[in-house]
Antibody
């Protein structure tokens, strides 16, 4: 079964740091672009960051540039989001997702909650 | 990186059709054939319903269809059913591997 499972969320003080993880299974993780998407309480979805299959290219929404870093370990089938200098407005459920061959986000995790 | 504009809510009776618009610019919706639509029930992860503007993934009912004209994409749900009641989000490629979501639309089945 194709699956993504996030972990690492929690309560953190403003200015603090947190590292989210996303464990992939059931597919060849190293072949896919991956992404983080977040959803603030009662709000809509917001794309946060992308990373290409070999990890050499990534991109971010302007509001997290310089504070968040997306990375991956293909040997461990895992995706990460290092979040530094956290702000109250970063409070959200964070989802990891896979880009399928159609360039759409076709597999999603259940989300992990970050509260700043 | 401004969010795409969607109506806040739409509603219809069972069996009716509803259409959700998603308006962007020539730098996102109008510039790429890379619009996708996602359904989200409360407390759940989003589910891909449409990709590549018009394509339905396997398992998505054919009452869901997508289209695009200029800077506006649309999702139509024909033959509305109770289980279609959810939030719907469009998403578009916005250049340099970045993406932007729509503001979201709540669909209510009367």
């Amino acid at each position: 079964e194709v699956q993504l499972v996030e972990s690492g969320g929690g309560l953190v003080q403003p200015g603090g740091s947190l590292r989210l993880s996303c464990a992939a299974s059931g597919f060849t993780f190293s072949s896919y672009w991956m992404t983080w998407v977040r959803q603030a309480p009662g709000k809509g979805l917001e794309w946060v960051a992308n990373i290409e299959p070999d990890g050499s290219y990534n991109c971010y929404v302007d509001s997290v540039k310089g504070r968040f870093t997306i990375s991956r370990d293909n040997a461990k089938d895992s995706l990460y989001l290092q979040m530094n200098s956290l702000r109250a407005e970063d409070t959200a459920v964070y989802f990891c997702a896979r880009y399928g061959i159609t360039a759409a986000k076709d597999v999603w995790g259940q989300g992990t909650t970050v509260t700043v | 990186q401004s969010a795409l504009t969607q109506p806040r809510s739409v509603s219809g009776s069972p069996g009716q059709s509803v259409t959700i618009s998603c308006t962007g610019t020539s730098s996102d919706v109008g510039g790429y054939n890379s619009v996708s639509w996602y359904q989200q029930h409360p407390g759940k992860a989003p589910k891909l319903m449409i990709h590549g503007v018009t394509e339905r993934p396997s398992g998505v009912p054919d009452r869901f269809s997508g289209s695009k004209s200029g800077n506006t994409a649309s999702l139509t749900i024909s033959g509305l059913q109770a289980e279609d009641e959810a939030d719907y989000y469009c998403c578009s490629h916005a250049g340099s591997h970045t993406y932007v979501f729509g503001t979201g639309t709540e669909v209510t089945v009367l």
